[in-house]
């Protein structure tokens, strides 16, 4: 079982920066792959970029150049970045968790409780 706590999100103008953290639960966090989601109102959820317990990252193209995820294992922490932040990045964002299979794929076993984003334009 893996818990999952989100923090970080806000109100930010256009082209403004925001970092969202995520702190897990447990003793196998290096092992575990990592993804940050967002819903919009009205929209599915989408992933926005996940990382392997090794660090390799892979990003939505809407946000590739823009957005940053890492983690740190020592720490039971991943991270988002977010620059350059545009109003269609609004957004409840989701950190979740799961144990294998390709890391751009939505099948998470564990998931937060989610931050709100809002870019104003």
């Known amino acids: 079982q893996v818990q999952l706590v989100e923090s970080g999100g806000g109100l930010v103008q256009t082209g403004g920066s925001l970092i969202l953290s995520c702190a897990a639960s447990?003793?196998?966090?290096?092992?575990?792959?990592m993804g940050w989601f967002r819903q919009a109102p009205g929209k599915e959820r989408e992933i926005v970029a996940a990382v392997t317990g090794g660090g390799t990252t892979n990003y939505a193209d809407s946000v590739k150049g823009r957005f940053t995820i890492s983690r740190d294992n020592a720490k039971n922490t991943v991270y988002l970045q977010m620059n350059s932040l545009k109003p269609e990045d609004t957004a409840a964002y989701y950190c979740?968790?799961?144990?294998?299979?390709?890391?751009?794929?939505?099948?998470?076993?564990?998931w937060g409780q989610g931050t709100q984003v809002t870019v104003s334009s």
């Open positions: 447990g003793r196998t966090f290096s092992r575990i792959v």
């Open positions: 979740a968790a799961k144990y294998g299979g390709y890391i751009m794929r939505s099948d998470y076993d564990y």
